[in-house]
């Protein structure tokens, strides 16, 4: 029975997902509000941090130094602490929310937890969904960056579409 309605709710987020009205997509993230018709507004304050940090990892600072700068001028992390931590910095410069597009199930339940989705199901890319922060151009640099500095030898990055 249990697992008959867990089969069901995925099948309902998946309709979504294809139909392109998924509540999901207009979940809100740091340097974003949700309007009062539910979809993704900019919010000024946030969305100038999000551009100095890509702009500062860009200019070669590592995820420890961003985040030592952030707290140094007192700007709360996006779960509203003092800190921000590299985890949280890495997760936001691999966000496509910030040149406007959503992309959903980048991650699926087996159940006890959430796994990558790289290939296993369909993903759903929404473009021109919201208002972008930052240009297609500055996210793809950061994304080549990133895969550069990683130890992870032989991968290769694909540009936003």
Excluded at 27 to 42: F, P, T, V
Excluded at 70 to 99: F, M
Excluded at 115 to 141: M, P, Q, T, W
Aim: aromatic share 8%.
């Amino acid at each position: 029975m249990r697992i008959e309605k867990s089969e069901t709710i995925k099948a309902g987020l998946r309709a979504g997902f294809q139909s392109g009205h998924s509540k999901m997509a207009a979940r809100k993230c740091y340097g974003y509000d949700s309007g009062s018709d539910g979809k993704l507004m900019i919010n000024q304050e946030e969305a100038a941090v999000v551009a100095w940090i890509f702009q500062w990892y860009l200019a070669g600072d590592s995820l420890g130094r961003i985040a030592a700068g952030l707290e140094k001028q007192n700007i709360a992390s996006p779960t509203g602490k003092p800190k921000w931590n590299r985890e949280a910095i890495d997760k936001l410069l691999s966000n496509e929310k910030y040149v406007g597009q959503v992309l959903l199930q980048k991650t699926i339940s087996t159940g006890a937890s959430q796994i990558k989705n790289d290939g296993i199901c369909n993903r759903y890319l929404y473009s021109e969904h919201h208002s972008a922060i930052i240009s297609d151009e500055v996210f793809n640099k950061v994304q080549a960056e990133k895969l550069r500095r990683s130890n992870q030898k032989g991968l290769s990055f694909s540009p936003l579409p």
